[in-house]
């Protein structure tokens, strides 16, 4: 298992309850895995506590078999080399769209990160934006350019919290076919975030059902769409 | 073991600086406490037993009138301001905040200059009408004269606040009033106060803090109130104890007034939590009422600002040519040098704790970004006193060490500028801070995580993306410290080294020696730089869209 993670237990400070109670999941390598459900359902958080921006209260995480945190040991996100898109994309707005890719590119010299650059901005279709500003892009042209950031460092794991979210519906399909194309292409091992149905059969390999912070279902998108929708009709009988 | 783990993921330089800044910032106020408590000497009986009640009721007196004046004038002229169009609309939205650039102490003695004997008024009804006048009329170097100078130069407060809660909350609830048929005056008694309130009370307990704050004032109208007497205590009898017993007294009765805010305010912010508010549209005016509103505004600008302008213009041209030396120079560069220090410091150490606090999740942040507040509450002359003590001790080790080393022992930092300027920073660090607090909120932490996911850590994204992000608030930060310590008085007096003065303590040494066309040079320099500052933070900035 690439990503493992054990007896997860997580609650926010101004909360009584913990979000998360000893949840247990793991994510293959290589494989498109997609966290579904509802808004507060806790699946942003999810992503958070394994890029280290939030500190869990009991539990472990390891990627690639290196402990992220359990009980004495805290890894600082900027150690842990896992990529994460935002939801509005975060790009630095005070940088070129070079400025931006570049960024997390911190061991490499001057010719290393240019060629680097060039090859994400190939990747992502966007050779003629390099100095432009992040104003200066449409939503879709940002999400490119997001997505290229985040893989620029060669995480290996790349994260994505609800990246269709803030594109009209006519782009969403498309830049989510490209996204996929890159994803197999590279074979990096993803994990999606998204209340949206649609999105998680297409693009996942495995879906992950998530509801108040428990995990009610997980598998191939087939099946876990299908149960799920026998539940809801069960329910309406 | 959580915590422990919580206290490591958290724990860095950031943290480790921001303890150590705030423990330095606390050190003044604590050492006052303390020795509040000490054994009290036989000054301190005798302050307590005879004039103790006298500062009370004289500063209780002029904080509860200027209180009051300046919540009736400041609350008005807001709300006329937000909600009715007159001629010259846009030049008074900022020009009723001009007054706040003219310190209480220069409109004091100008005011002084313009109503006394030799004054513009007396002179011409004398020579030009061959009236006498009774004196009784034109005194107001009492405590209703003060309460008139404080009113005229703090109401700004009330009225900066209020009107921009009144023009970025209230439209809808104003709108809805109008529209079930109220009038403007009923909208206003029944709608505009209630809601306000909590700005309001944010806006008079500045002036509140800033009236017992002042020296300047009460000391030229020979009123006595807590800063004369720590002044006297010092200065006059040498006593620090009883100095600090005087300090400790005022900074509780300061601190029972901030629970009393607190409490007044209570859970009533009435502010909406969407952003979509609408900017209140004001009315235009006709007839009586467009002239009725045109000349409250006229004759408070007047008051407050143009009047006592114009009089310290003339009296600049009549010194000019005597002030202007190269002792001017140094009076210049000794003032920029002190603010432009202070205000660097207190920027960085802004920062710091600012940066340390929104990335630190839980109490630990809030508590520290609370201690910055403390010193903006407290006097000037109270913190002073606490740095005067906290140096003195210092200066005591250090003359062990120099007789240790075998060299001659001197006081060393109590006689130094580094004393005045470590006040500095405990007192306007709450300036500086909130502005940077509020640059911070802003943008949020979004960038901050990005950046810590694509390997940077916390200290070089802090220099790579989130300073870079908040260079407005941080200029703006800036300019308002620089301003407050250029203006500041009652501290500079007390920590100024010997032979050191400011374009402030030097301004207040003039007009005390009765010279009041001499102080008009170096109080102009002020009142323009704070001018500007004004109108690039309310005129500027505010052009720009959020």
């Given at each position: 298992m690439f990503v493992q993670i054990k007896d997860l237990t997580f609650r926010y400070k101004n909360s009584q309850k913990p979000l998360f109670e000893n949840l247990s999941l793991s994510f293959k390598q290589g494989e498109v895995s997609v966290i579904l459900g509802e808004s507060g359902s806790g699946k942003s958080t999810l992503l958070r506590l394994i890029a280290g921006l939030e500190v869990p209260s009991k539990g472990s995480i390891l990627i690639d078999q290196a402990v992220m945190n359990d009980t004495f040991r805290f890894v600082q996100p900027e150690k842990r080399g896992v990529g994460l898109v935002f939801q509005d994309y975060a790009?630095?707005?005070?940088?070129?769209v070079e400025k931006n890719i570049k960024?997390?590119?911190?061991?490499?010299n001057r010719k290393q990160k240019q060629a680097r650059m060039e090859e994400l901005l190939t990747i992502v279709g966007m050779?003629?934006?390099?100095?432009?500003?992040?104003?200066?892009?449409?939503g879709g042209q940002q999400q490119r350019v997001a997505l290229a950031r985040a893989m620029a460092p060669n995480p290996s794991l790349i994260m994505f919290d609800e990246p269709f979210s803030n594109l009209d519906s006519k782009l969403q399909l498309q830049i989510r076919d490209e996204l996929q194309e890159i994803l197999k292409r590279t074979g990096i091992t993803s994990i999606f975030v998204t209340h949206d149905e649609e999105d998680a059969r297409a693009i996942g390999d495995r879906i992950i059902l998530m509801n108040n912070g428990k995990i009610q279902d997980e598998g191939r998108p087939e099946m876990v769409l299908q149960k799920s929708k026998e539940k809801l009709s069960l329910a309406y009988v | 073991m959580y915590y422990i783990r919580k206290m490591r993921s958290q724990f860095n330089s950031w943290a480790l600086l921001s303890v150590i800044f705030s423990i330095l910032i606390l050190l003044p106020a604590l050492l006052i406490m303390v020795q509040l408590f000490a054994e009290s000497n036989e000054n301190w009986e005798h302050i307590k037993e005879y004039m103790l009640k006298n500062y009370i009721v004289n500063s209780v007196t002029l904080v509860s009138f200027t209180g009051l004046f300046t919540v009736l004038i400041g609350v008005s002229a807001a709300w006329l301001v937000s909600a009715y169009k007159v001629p010259m609309h846009r030049f008074f939205k900022w020009g009723l905040i001009l007054p706040l650039a003219i310190p209480p102490y220069i409109g004091a003695y100008t005011y002084h200059g313009i109503l006394n004997y030799t004054g513009v008024i007396q002179t011409s009804l004398r020579n030009q009408f061959g009236i006498k006048v009774d004196q009784k009329f034109f005194d107001i170097m009492n405590i209703p004269g003060a309460v008139f100078i404080f009113t005229m130069f703090l109401y700004p407060y009330v009225y900066i606040i209020t009107k921009s809660f009144l023009e970025n909350q209230s439209s809808s609830l104003i709108e809805n009033a109008r529209l079930l048929g109220k009038g403007s005056f009923m909208t206003f008694i029944q709608v505009v106060l209630p809601v306000s309130r909590a700005a309001i009370v944010g806006g008079v307990s500045l002036v509140i803090l800033e009236v017992f704050n002042d020296y300047g004032v009460v000391k030229y109208f020979g009123i006595q109130t807590f800063s004369t007497a720590i002044f006297q205590a010092w200065?006059?009898?040498?006593d620090i104890y009883s100095a600090i017993k005087l300090a400790g007294t005022l900074m509780f009765i300061v601190v029972l007034i901030l629970i009393l805010e607190k409490v007044i305010r209570g859970r009533k912010q009435y502010s909406y939590s969407t952003s979509k508010v609408r900017p209140l549209q004001p009315k235009e005016l006709k007839g009586w009422k467009k002239f009725a509103v045109l000349s409250f505004f006229l004759s408070l600008f007047a008051l407050a600002f143009a009047i006592p302008f114009i009089q310290l213009l003339h009296w600049v041209y009549m010194t000019y040519d005597v002030i202007l030396s190269a002792a001017f120079a140094d009076l210049i560069w000794n003032s920029v040098f002190v603010a432009a220090v202070g205000s660097l410091l207190i920027i960085m150490v802004a920062l710091i704790i600012a940066n340390f606090s929104r990335l630190s999740k839980g109490w630990t942040g809030k508590f520290f970004s609370k201690i910055t507040v403390l010193g903006y509450s407290i006097p000037g002359a109270v913190i002073a006193i606490g740095v005067l003590t906290l140096f003195l001790f210092l200066d005591q080790k250090v003359i062990s060490l120099y007789e240790w080393l075998g060299l001659e022992p001197t006081l060393?930092?109590?006689?130094?500028i580094s004393m005045l300027i470590f006040a500095y920073v405990v007192r306007f660090l709450a300036v500086g801070f909130n502005s940077i607090e509020s640059g911070f909120d802003k943008v949020g932490t979004v960038f901050t995580e990005a950046s810590r996911t694509l390997g940077m850590s916390v200290t070089k994204t802090f220099f790579k993306v989130d300073i870079k992000m908040i260079k407005g608030a941080i200029a703006g930060g800036f300019i308002l410290v620089f301003v407050d310590i250029l203006k500041e008085l009652p501290l500079t007096l007390i920590l100024q080294p010997f032979n050191f003065y400011t374009l402030a303590t030097k301004t207040f040494q003039y007009a005390s020696d009765e010279r009041i066309h001499e102080a008009s040079v170096s109080s102009m320099v002020i009142i323009c730089i704070s001018a500007l500052s004004i109108f690039f933070l309310h005129r500027v900035l505010e052009k720009e869209p959020k």
């Open positions: 790009l630095f707005p005070h940088m070129t960024f997390g590119l911190t061991k490499m050779e003629d934006y390099a100095s432009r500003y992040p104003y200066e892009l449409s | 200065f006059g009898m040498g060393v930092l109590s006689l130094s």
